[in-house]
């Protein structure tokens, strides 16, 4: 498999960690080019630290990285402290130090370094096991633990079930190794924006593909089935 040029856009968010983790951790299949920070799981300045934080355990502090929007464009800011933690880390931000450097942010807006970098580069842009996975000996195990426990305890208490499940994690393992996908499908989709309820929502059209009234063709790929075994050992690479 070529190696894919990527910009990581985030707001970390335990799961986005996980997922620039597994990225850094396999070179040889992409290239992180950047990294665009934007206000979500936490508030902007926290996102922007927790990357920081990530790229200098990595040895990746070349990596630039940009701060884009601190609040939504309509709605009012609602951050996910819930499941990853004040500081967005799983309260564990304290354990992955800080580059010892002053970072000052690059002065040019997310969105706009974005558009440059891809006209740059045109086309190119169970519980158990879990235990064991994040129980390891060196050191990203045991950050990767600390930053999981509090998630993993929440899902616990909210869906009832062991386990824990990380999607930008996932989402990141199916850019460096398609062939792990094993069943997907392709539908039109859009994201509600006008709903009270519903606001932020994915409305995804799973009916037979005749031409309805909106025209939309199947343009979103669902990813709905994996291969265990080949994930399991694409994430316990990250860890070595």
Request: aromatic letters at 6%; proline letters at 6%.
């Amino acid at each position: 498999m070529s190696e894919r040029t990527l910009i990581i856009d985030t707001d970390v968010g335990v799961d986005d960690a996980l997922a620039i983790l597994l990225a850094l951790a396999n070179p040889a299949k992409c290239k992180v080019l950047a990294i665009t920070c934007v206000a979500g799981n936490v508030e902007l300045s926290r996102v922007y630290t927790n990357v920081l934080r990530i790229l200098n355990h990595c040895k990746k502090l070349q990596i630039p990285v940009y701060q884009g929007c601190n609040r939504p464009l309509v709605q009012k800011t609602m951050h996910c402290t819930v499941f990853h933690g004040q500081d967005g880390l799983g309260g564990a931000s304290e354990k992955w130090p800080l580059p010892t450097d002053d970072m000052e942010p690059p002065k040019e807006h997310a969105s706009v370094a974005m558009v440059d970098m891809v006209q740059k580069h045109p086309g190119a842009l169970t519980l158990d096991w879990f235990e064991n996975w994040v129980g390891g000996p060196s050191l990203t195990a045991q950050l990767v633990r600390a930053i999981t426990e509090h998630p993993a305890q929440r899902q616990r208490e909210v869906l009832q079930r062991e386990g824990f499940m990380s999607c930008d994690l996932i989402a990141m393992a199916s850019v460096l190794e398609p062939s792990l996908v094993t069943r997907c499908e392709r539908h039109p989709a859009w994201v509600e924006l006008h709903g009270t309820t519903t606001r932020g929502m994915l409305v995804v059209d799973r009916r037979p593909s005749i031409k309805w009234h909106h025209g939309k063709p199947p343009h979103v790929e669902f990813l709905l089935r994996f291969n265990i075994d080949g994930l399991k050992k694409l994430y316990a690479q990250m860890l070595n």
